[in-house]
């Protein structure tokens, strides 16, 4: 066999072994693994492309691979063991900022700078330093920072309103191309999905994205970036069509000159008056 093609058959053998070593040692992101990891994947690669051009024999080669594969598979799991092998591998948490103060001595540990930290803040978006009331570096590297309470962003919780629930939204059309089995997990049908498109008067394949949040709306983002898409506002409408039926029953019960039916016309706009204020956060928020 021709050396060319023992290098291409060495090299898709080698490609598919490090592909399963690395999916053995678990899912990293990169952008957070520790720098032992992240040797050891650099070793691996290094390795499996000198065995592929014959520098490396394949005996050494795999006794090399499974050092830099086993060892961190290992250390791994004695990390998840015990929590002193954890700080010990990876090493331990440094808090760069207390009650505000700046953590002079911690920071000199990390090696590193006032700019630094501040350049990792504003990746926070922590522009401020006095907003800032707590920050610690993982042990990854990565900066968090706890803003002080009266700087934090109001959430519905703290005004004291209640909101509905979001579920992840079902992407239901790509591409131009129906998805049925997105559809399906929401109970819906590609029946369903023609009909609203119909009223929007948009086709099928003029549809890039097409998503169904928790509420059953539909968000469509067409090819055609000029066909403006008219919005749903189901939940607003069904408000104000409950709404308007509220205001009627009020309007019956004091027009009316009959007791009973008073009576009746102001029982069931008081229960319609509790259902709106059930139904507010779910409808218009």
């Not at 499974?66 to 961190?72: G, H, I, K, Q, R």
């Not at 700080?87 to 760069?96: D, S, T, W």
């Not at 706890?146 to 992840?168: F, I, M, R, W």
């Amino acid at each position: 066999m021709q050396e060319w093609a023992q290098i291409l058959l060495k090299s898709v053998a080698l490609f598919i072994l490090v592909w399963a070593a690395i999916r053995l040692m678990g899912k990293r992101n990169m952008s957070q693994i520790n720098p032992f990891n992240f040797i050891s994947y650099i070793v691996i690669a290094i390795v499996a492309s000198l065995m592929s051009i014959n520098l490396i024999n394949l005996f050494s080669g795999f006794i090399a691979l499974l050092v830099w594969v086993a060892f961190p598979i290992a250390l791994d799991y004695l990390s998840i063991k015990s929590k002193v092998m954890h700080q010990l591998i990876n090493g331990k948490e440094a808090v760069l900022i207390k009650h505000g103060k700046i953590m002079e001595d911690n920071l000199m540990r990390v090696r590193m700078t006032g700019e630094d930290l501040l350049s990792h803040l504003r990746s926070k978006n922590a522009f401020n330093m006095a907003d800032v009331e707590f920050a610690v570096m993982e042990t990854n590297g990565t900066i968090n920072p706890y803003l002080k309470s009266d700087k934090k962003p109001v959430t519905p919780h703290d005004l004291g309103n209640k909101v509905a629930p979001q579920a992840e939204p079902q992407t239901v059309v790509l591409d131009g191309n129906m998805l049925e089995e997105p559809l399906a997990s929401l109970g819906l049908n590609p029946q369903w999905l023609n009909t609203e498109l119909d009223k929007m008067g948009i086709s099928l394949e003029n549809v890039f994205l097409g998503q169904v949040d928790s509420a059953g709306d539909l968000y469509l983002d067409l090819f055609d970036d000029v066909v403006e898409i008219p919005q749903p506002k189901v939940k607003e409408m069904l408000y104000a069509t409950l709404e308007k039926s509220q205001a009627d029953l009020v309007t019956f019960a004091l027009q009316t000159e009959d007791t009973k039916a008073k009576a009746m016309f102001s029982k069931n706009s008081r229960r319609l008056e509790d259902l709106l204020n059930k139904l507010r956060p779910y409808l218009l928020h």
